[in-house]
């Protein structure tokens, strides 16, 4: 989330965990890392933009009751660009 405004990420391929030896215990991908053309978020609004993603991971009560979405919606379950939605949203009502 923090840094989808100017990279784009494409997951390649996706490991089995019995590729590895050990197992891991987590999901393994081959991820490719692009920077955006055009960035989504104007790089003056950058640190608003962290502010805002990481006080919706550490604040998502509040975020909740301040932005009006439902509680049961988890912060990891927001898509990029209803991130997004919520940050545009954020600028224009500060």
Do not use: C
């Not at 100017?6 to 030896?21: A, N």
């Not at 053309?37 to 502010?51: E, M, P, S, T």
């Not at 805002?52 to 379950?77: A, C, I, Y």
């Amino acid at each position: 989330m923090l840094n989808q405004p100017w990279f784009e990420l494409q997951i390649l391929y996706r490991f089995k965990r019995v590729d590895f030896f050990p197992r891991p215990s987590v999901k393994i991908v081959l991820l490719k890392i692009s920077r955006r053309q055009k960035a989504l978020v104007k790089a003056k609004d950058k640190g608003d933009y962290y502010r805002l993603v990481l006080q919706g991971f550490n604040n998502w009560r509040r975020l909740s009751r301040e932005l009006k979405f439902p509680l049961h919606v988890r912060p990891g379950d927001l898509t990029f660009p209803q991130w997004l939605g919520i940050f545009k949203f954020h600028l224009t009502h500060k």
